[in-house]
């Protein structure tokens, strides 16, 4: 198990963080809950129950939101429904908590390996907007159509069918809307809507065969088996030849014409306007964006160019003397030497942290570690000048805590491989960059206690205690202290 403060391998038996001291009982008790709602969910959805699935995934999510396998397993269900976008959403918030070894990468690599498939499903999703707007428009006919070219892309698609099935039931047409929702029960036999529109189409049903007086055992359960629709027999008569009936197909020909030609045709296009107006208004947002990043970055060029030049010329003002001393000078020639070295190091790594900070990501650990060792290469011993040190202590402010954090997590996870000799070299550096880091003096104490270097190790255990009396490690270090000392 993960501590969830620290980021800390801890023992599932285990209840406090043995590195930062957290409790973890209540986080013990949530993520078992968030996995009970999971399995219920799994099973949910084993037989085909993706609505309940949905509810209780959503619960294990509620719980836990870093839970992976429960919300893989929601996209997984919102895929077998037809939300491809839900589906997606859920799998790149799961890479997001978990961005190796998820299961995740697999089901997005099977839609984006398919890019035929992946605009098929995108048509779907704009073709059943379509027929939304068209249908609260009123043009049901127009809707139907182009509802059917949607489930002809993505059969799946539960609320294009449920849409499709509804309009069905407007015309009248109970028996198509059946059948629709029947195919949609095999997708998923618990969803209300589904089993809603099966009930009413029933009542109706029943309705038409008995009146007021139907027989109520003719009505549906919620198991999907309708009634079956008695049609009244009609007594066939042949009519006789009619030219008015020729003349009424003409005009309706002509009627159907005149109303693709006024009302569709001119619907069609200005949406296929808006569409492009609305397009080129997005490619418009993202270009200035892109503008607005760039101006960004050129003034963060620039400011720091400035910094830099500033450093220099304080540098100089310090000194008194750079443009007047060799390098070859026996004491101060070395001390600029190591100052320009470190101060090019520092601007490096300042000018890697303000454009990452800008366009996201995390500043470089080379540059960080490498601007500190130059640092610490730095003799401030030839000289008292408060200018000099005041420049040196600033850099050193900004550097040395995050190189110490960084050499720490390398040491650490050597130290967690039994690596003990790459784990002190790590170690002694963060130790070094920030002497009062109580974990880096911890784990330096075990790492050395390991190799049965008893003195090494009691010498960063009272460094520990001596420069954190108040570390959450100060137990655990002067009880290996005391064990350490015990055996000198």
Not at 80 to 101: L, R
Request: hydrophobic residues 40%; charged residues 25%; negative net charge.
């Amino acid at each position: 198990m993960i501590c969830p403060k620290c980021g800390n391998p801890v023992a599932a038996r285990r209840i406090i963080c043995e590195a930062c001291g957290y409790d973890l009982s209540v986080y013990k008790k949530v993520t078992h809950v968030s996995n009970r709602y999971y399995n219920q969910g799994l099973e949910k959805a084993k037989v085909r129950d993706l609505s309940g699935a949905v509810v209780l995934l959503k619960k294990s999510l509620e719980m836990n939101k870093t839970n992976t396998n429960a919300r893989n397993l929601l996209g997984l269900v919102y895929f077998e429904m037809g939300e491809t976008v839900a589906a997606i959403s859920e799998w790149v918030i799961s890479k997001h908590f978990q961005a190796k070894e998820n299961d995740a990468d697999v089901y997005m690599d099977i839609i984006q390996s398919n890019p035929e498939k992946l605009e098929g499903y995108n048509q779907a999703i704009r073709k059943y907007n379509m027929a939304l707007e068209s249908a609260k428009q009123g043009t049901v006919d127009l809707a139907i159509i182009q509802l059917k070219k949607v489930i002809a892309l993505h059969p799946k698609f539960l609320r294009a069918n449920h849409l499709l099935a509804l309009l069905y039931m407007k015309n009248s047409e109970y028996e198509r809307a059946r059948r629709l929702l029947l195919k949609c029960k095999k997708i998923d036999i618990a969803n209300t809507t589904t089993l809603r529109y099966l009930s009413e189409i029933t009542r109706v049903s029943a309705g038409a065969i008995g009146g007021e007086n139907a027989d109520p055992s003719l009505e549906e359960d919620y198991t999907g088996v309708s009634a079956p629709i008695i049609m009244k027999e009609n007594e066939y008569k042949e009519d006789k030849p009619n030219i008015m009936n020729f003349i009424n197909l003409i005009v309706g020909v002509l009627i159907g014409i005149a109303v693709v030609s006024l009302l569709i045709l001119p619907t069609r296009e200005n949406k296929i306007k808006a569409e492009y107006a609305a397009e080129q208004l997005d490619y418009s947002d993202l270009l200035n964006s892109k503008v607005a990043t760039i101006d960004s970055l050129q003034t963060q060029v620039t400011s720091l160019q400035t910094t830099n030049e500033e450093l220099k010329q304080s540098l100089a003002e310090a000194t008194g003397q750079v443009e007047y001393v060799s390098v070859e000078d026996p004491v101060y020639g070395e001390l600029y030497a190591a100052l320009s070295q470190a101060m090019e190091a520092y601007i490096a790594y300042k000018v890697d942290r303000q454009s990452t900070e800008v366009n996201g990501g995390t500043p470089s650990e080379e540059l960080c570690i490498a601007a500190a060792g130059a640092l610490s290469s730095v003799d401030l011993s030839v000289t008292e000048d408060t200018s000099i040190q005041g420049l040196y202590t600033s850099m050193s402010a900004e550097v040395m805590s995050d190189a110490a954090t960084y050499t720490y997590v390398t040491g650490r996870a050597f130290y967690d491989n039994g690596d003990y000799e790459n784990a002190i070299s790590d170690l002694t550096k963060s130790v070094t960059y920030n002497p009062s880091y109580d974990r880096a003096l911890y784990y330096l104490g075990k790492a050395y206690q390991d190799i049965s270097s008893n003195e090494k190790a009691a010498f960063y255990y009272n460094q520990l205690l001596e420069n954190c009396p108040d570390s959450s490690l100060a137990g655990y270090a002067a009880e290996r202290l005391a064990a350490v000392s015990g055996q000198n």
